[in-house]
């Protein structure tokens, strides 16, 4: 599994934008992109993930560079709540590829 | 609603004790998979099952055992207990299909002393 580049931390004010980099340089073209966060050591909560294309849930955004080397998550209107780890994970598909390999993620902070 | 539940949520034991953790979900996820967390780190895969019946290890099995005797339970057995097993520990599932999302459990949180 390709391995993920984070920066260590970022502050956001509430109600803004907050734009999370992930670089993934050794990508495969069959390893998706994934998103999860941590909040306050509770268990890891999924975001979103793609392949290829951008993507956009109730959550957040996920938009993919078009050589796939690096990502972003944006979450549109971040709140207070939205303080976490985020961890941006690539992960294959095919044979035994339950292994989300955690990175040590960044952790934003969302200040009123 | 249940998802993933772990038992129990706090432990406390002493060194060389053996203890089982308990996972349990109720989504018939095929994948199933346990993690430790340590102080200010990511966590990391200890053992994981693609099914009942079937293991593999992660990047830190030692001092660990598993087993997959149905879908819905997946317990680690620790075998005697260290202080380096201190940590918060995590069950995972997800369903067997491409691109799909791994639902975690609340965590038990093991202290050795």
């Known amino acids: 599994d390709a391995k993920t580049t984070q920066p260590p931390s970022m502050d956001c004010a509430e109600g803004r934008a907050a734009n999370l980099p992930c670089n993934h340089s050794?990508?495969?073209?069959?390893?998706?992109v994934y998103w999860y966060r941590q909040i306050h050591s509770q268990g890891p909560q999924y975001i979103i993930h793609g392949l290829k294309n951008n993507e956009t849930n109730e959550m957040a955004s996920l938009i993919i560079t078009e050589d796939r080397k690096s990502s972003t998550l944006i979450l549109p209107h971040a709140t207070l709540r939205d303080t976490a780890v985020y961890y941006c994970?690539?992960?294959?598909?095919?044979?035994?590829?339950?292994?989300?390999?955690f990175g040590t993620g960044t952790l934003l902070a969302v200040q009123p | 609603n249940a998802g993933v539940t772990q038992t129990p949520k706090f432990q406390v034991l002493k060194t060389g004790q053996s203890m089982t953790l308990q996972c349990a979900q109720d989504?018939?996820?095929?994948?199933m998979s346990w993690y430790r967390q340590d102080p200010g780190m990511g966590l990391r895969l200890i053992h994981y099952?693609?099914?009942?019946?079937?293991?593999d290890q992660g990047e830190v099995p030692n001092g660990y055992n598993v087993s997959r005797s149905t879908t819905e339970d997946f317990p680690l057995r620790l075998l005697s207990a260290a202080p380096s097993q201190t940590s918060v520990y995590f069950c995972?599932?997800?369903?067997?299909?491409?691109?799909?999302?791994?639902?975690f459990g609340q965590g038990t949180r093991l202290t050795v002393v």
């Open positions: 099952s693609v099914g009942a019946g079937i293991t």
């Open positions: 994970i690539v992960r294959g598909y095919g044979g035994a590829t339950n292994k989300l390999i």
């Open positions: 995972a599932s997800r369903m067997r299909s491409e691109g799909t999302e791994a639902f």
């Open positions: 050794t990508i495969s073209g069959n390893e998706y």
């Open positions: 989504m018939n996820h095929e994948y």
